[in-house]
């Protein structure tokens, strides 16, 4: 017999689960002094040497915004700024402290889930991973539809 789901009751488990999510993530940034944004482009600049334009386009956002970004990070010295040949373009990477800072975020996050699944079989942690991924191309899905 076919179970039946009720939406609200869905969306609501899914609204807490985010709130929860977004909690502890603001906790991690708390204590590792980082904020989302800069997260964001740490992650996006990753182990490449970039220019603004190229991190412009992977980050959606406008070029005003990541500009002012990138040059609080360069002032932080997170972010390592080299003019090229052409004085018109820089590049960017990150500092050797960014990546210790980015690795340990992700590890802190990493622990944070290994605990909240403690008790919890491989089978339910690969079945929890199959139908996130699931929802999220779903979703991907949807919005692209829905643009069109």
């Known amino acids: ?15 807490v689960f985010n709130n929860q999510f977004s909690h502890i993530k603001r906790v991690i940034l708390d204590k590792q002094k980082l904020n989302s944004s800069t997260v964001n482009l740490i992650s996006i600049i ?3 040497t970039m220019t603004l ?3 412009t386009e992977i980050s959606e956002l406008d070029k005003s915004t990541i500009s002012r ?3 609080g990070l360069v002032k932080e010295g997170l972010v390592i700024r080299e003019t090229g040949k052409d004085k018109r373009f820089s590049f960017f990477e ?3 402290h960014a990546k210790m800072m980015y690795r340990q975020y992700q590890e802190d996050f990493k622990d ?3 605990h909240t699944l403690k008790g919890w079989t491989e089978e339910e942690k690969h079945m929890f991973s199959v139908l996130v991924g699931r929802a999220n ?3 991907s899905n949807a919005l692209d539809k829905q643009i069109k």
């Open 137 to 139: 191309y779903s979703m």
């Open 112 to 114: 944070y889930f290994d």
């Open 69 to 71: 970004q990138i040059n």
């Open 53 to 55: 334009k190229q991190i």
């Open 1 to 15: 017999m076919t179970q039946t789901v009720d939406i609200n009751d869905l969306l609501e488990r899914l609204s």
């Open 46 to 48: 990753g182990n490449e």
């Open 94 to 96: 990150l500092s050797e």
